[in-house]
């Protein structure tokens, strides 16, 4: 079972940056990916980015390229967004996700609060 741990959220004004963490723990051997989910109120969960723990295979929503950047430590098994010039609409709940490992459950970190105020 993996285990993940958000860390980073807060309040900020608008133009401002925050850097999110999400480390992974518990069995993590076979964990290769990692992604960020974002939900904004009353909005459904949307994609930010995938993080590739082995490789090069990163990317971030078209819509948030520009301004949100991730990147990861391999060994610690921890990602990153950087987030900047941050706007209202990116309020919300920052979520990382890491996709099932063989026949487990896909896990969910409990979320970070980023809230912009304009």
């Known amino acids: 079972q993996v285990q993940l741990v958000e860390s980073g959220g807060g309040l900020v004004q608008a133009g401002g940056s925050l850097r999110l963490s999400c480390a992974a723990s518990?069995?993590?051997?076979?964990?290769?990916?990692l992604r960020w989910f974002r939900q904004a109120p009353g909005k459904e969960r949307e994609f930010v980015a995938h993080i590739s723990l082995t490789g090069d295979n990163t990317y971030v929503a078209d819509s948030l390229k520009g301004r949100f950047t991730s990147s990861k430590n391999s060994a610690e098994k921890t990602v990153y967004l950087q987030m900047n010039d941050l706007k209202s609409e990116d309020t919300g709940v920052y979520y990382c996700?890491?996709?099932?490992?063989?026949?487990?459950?896909?896990?969910w970190g409990q979320g970070t609060q980023v809230t912009v105020s304009s």
């Open positions: 518990g069995r993590t051997f076979n964990l290769y990916v």
């Open positions: 996700y890491a996709p099932p490992i063989g026949p487990g459950a896909a896990t």
